[in-house]
């Protein structure tokens, strides 16, 4: 490969909370014990250096000394624009259409907030994202949740009829929508977005697309956005995408909405100004530009093929020697959700138990209850391949098989 997914990087006392956060003081995550290395696999950020085409945009901007007030370059359209049509066959996208957007879960707020009054109902799907969840309910919105149902084979499908039931006794006319689906790792297929765009159309729910995650698709899966899908589904619209889960740029800032519609945008628009504190920065431009650069697209494909490779690994792993754990495997992200109700049933053990195990020999793993997961973890596969083997080495040994 062109690019390094290999070097085990040193990110302690260099600001990552990936790693700062084991053992400190107060923390939900224990340091492992003696003689045991922490391996981050929570929070959702990468432990591979970015592409060079980033650190290059920013170096070549921090070399001139000013960095006053400024305007977005016509440049930071056009690399989006470039990278939608490229990556995700998106012509019908215009400059128009693009407004920036400190976060995405601040660009989802500001879209409910348009559309919605306080104390409104939103469709949301389960396992559910835990960022929507304090987002939603710190602002004072009530979630319905449509829980994700395993078909014949296993995969995580929407139940259209539990929707439309529940979009209709609720009265909903908004749903927050995750493609890919973070923590179920699904990367709907077109006939699945047709099915929810259609009903969304007939009980009139506008929809919030956050597609965060739709650069990371692993191998033999195509991310399809949801604007795509129809007239009615751009007109209905406010989706909401970032480089920063792709390139492992959440420390600087900066995510972009589409919203096609000259009305929804004006009014999303609106209440995004409001806290006056929505505004892009500089140095994060720059490193958009970077990013989606012709090296960007090679780096990003080179990448997905490593998460892929991670993704086989662990599932093919789990299945064959964690008996009572169930996992999917992922079709986009870096995220693997466990389901660990009939290990724990079997053995006697809590959820609470099984994390701490796993934290004591240092695989630093995330709660899945916080996904609305009850006996589920998640894991972030995000390492190089060296780490992830040690982290289920260890499972194996010390944990599930013990």
């Not at 707020?109 to 994202?129: E, F, K, M, Q």
């Not at 431009?285 to 494909?301: N, R």
């Not at 780490?387 to 499972?395: G, N, Q």
């Amino acid at each position: 490969m062109k690019y390094d997914f290999t070097s085990i990087i040193d990110r302690r006392g260099r600001d990552a909370l990936a790693v700062e956060l084991i053992g400190a003081p107060g923390s939900f995550i224990p340091a492992p014990r003696d003689g045991f290395t922490p391996i981050p696999m929570w929070v959702a950020d990468m432990n591979f250096a970015t592409v060079p085409a980033i650190q290059e945009a920013i170096i070549r901007r921090a070399q001139h000394p000013c960095f006053g007030y400024f305007a977005p370059r016509d440049e930071y359209y056009q690399a989006i624009l470039d990278w939608h049509r490229t990556r995700n066959g998106s012509d019908w996208l215009q400059r128009e259409h693009i407004g920036y957007e400190n976060g995405v879960l601040g660009g989802v707020i500001s879209a409910l907030n348009a559309l919605c009054s306080r104390g409104d109902r939103v469709l949301l799907h389960s396992p559910t994202y835990v960022g929507f969840t304090h987002s939603l309910e710190d602002n004072g919105y009530r979630i319905v949740h449509s829980p994700l149902r395993p078909d014949e084979s296993g995969v995580l499908r929407m139940d259209f009829e539990d929707m439309e039931r529940k979009l209709t006794e609720n009265r909903i006319h908004a749903a927050v929508f995750c493609s890919p689906h973070n923590p179920a790792g699904r990367v709907w297929e077109r006939w699945e977005l047709e099915g929810a765009m259609a009903l969304f159309r007939k009980h009139d729910v506008f929809v919030i697309s956050d597609e965060i995650w739709s650069d990371i698709i692993l191998p033999g899966h195509r991310h399809i956005p949801v604007q795509s899908i129809s007239e009615d589904a751009r007109a209905r619209t406010v989706a909401l995408y970032a480089p920063s889960k792709t390139f492992n740029l959440a420390g600087l800032v900066g995510s972009y909405h589409v919203i096609c519609d000259p009305y929804l945008r004006d009014r999303v628009d609106r209440e995004s100004s409001l806290s006056h504190y929505n505004g892009m920065n500089v140095l994060s431009m720059h490193a958009l530009i970077g990013a989606y650069s012709p090296e960007g697209h090679e780096w990003v494909d080179e990448l997905c093929r490593v998460l892929g490779g991670n993704a086989d690994y662990a599932v093919d792993f789990i299945r064959s020697r964690f008996d009572g754990v169930r996992a999917g495997t992922p079709e986009g992200t870096y995220m693997l959700f466990l389901d660990c109700s009939d290990w724990c049933a079997k053995r006697g053990k809590s959820l609470d138990e099984l994390l701490r195990a796993g934290f004591d020999v240092g695989v630093a793993w995330q709660d899945g209850r916080q996904f609305n997961g009850p006996c589920h973890i998640r894991m972030n596969l995000a390492l190089p391949f060296s780490l992830v083997r040690e982290a289920f080495d260890r499972l194996d040994k010390y944990v599930f098989n013990a």
